[in-house]
């Protein structure tokens, strides 16, 4: 990619006209310079470092936890090239420059800011204290700063407690300890800090109206607060259905049954029905049948 760059310049710069030879002239001295390869080799080893981080952020469908552990796996490899990466650079830097024919700089004479005729010295530091401190140190200082900044502790510990209410695989990752600490931490509400119970919880969420906003979750509750009582009523009712079966009820229909166990469940609405006027509808009915 390098080389073919170049090549286009320079073909530019022989075929091109006058105000393009000057700009295209120019884009090829910075590009060649050393400064600009060094700048280049350095974008290589940071962003091959942070590639992956970057591919598991755009994805649609993210995995927290997997992206967390890509964080912290791509600070301390930025960190490590921070503290050993750069006499590997270095060589590399050299290798390549050797091949292209670029002009390495004498890295223990004081740097010179600029080329031409405005060259000024640099604060009086040497080239390698310049490339290696102020450009390479400095550069993975920023991304570094840059990853701490947005990944710092605290948001790895909200997104990791977070990634308990992912459902992918059915909630597999759902610890209730977490989601107590994550509300605990993260979501304090003063006026839950009173209730005691689900019961309490319910009743909160009536008052407030919050139920109407988070629906779901009101539906949860009563739910947890009535399947007890459904179940319990339930193995009442069958129990007491055991006391028909008979030779009669064995030969009973599902239909006949299931109406039975109703009428014995809701007792209440059944104690309300007159048995004459269901002997009449019934009656009626026959009647009608045979006109």
Known sequence: MYNASCSVLQTVIKEGKCAQRGEENKAYDDMTSFESVFVLHIMIQILGITNDLCQALQRKSQDILNAMHLVSNTKILIQKLRDDGWENLLQQLLLFCNNHDIEVPNMEIHYIYGRGRFRQPKDRVTNLHYFRYDVFIAVIDSQLHELDFRFNDEMIELLSLSSSLDPKRKFQNFTADDIYKLVS????????????????????????????????????????????????TAERAFSAMKLIKT??????????????LIVYVEKGISKEFDIDSIIDEFASKKIADHC
């Open 247 to 260: 030779a009669l009820r064995n030969h009973m229909e599902d239909d006949y049954l299931t109406d039975s």
């Open 185 to 232: 931490k993260f979501y304090p509400h003063p006026q839950l800090d009173s209730l005691k119970s689900i019961s309490d919880l319910c009743r909160w969420l009536a008052e407030t109206e919050k139920g109407e906003i988070y629906y779901l979750i009101d539906r949860l509750v009563r739910l947890v607060l009535t399947l007890p009582v459904s179940t319990a």
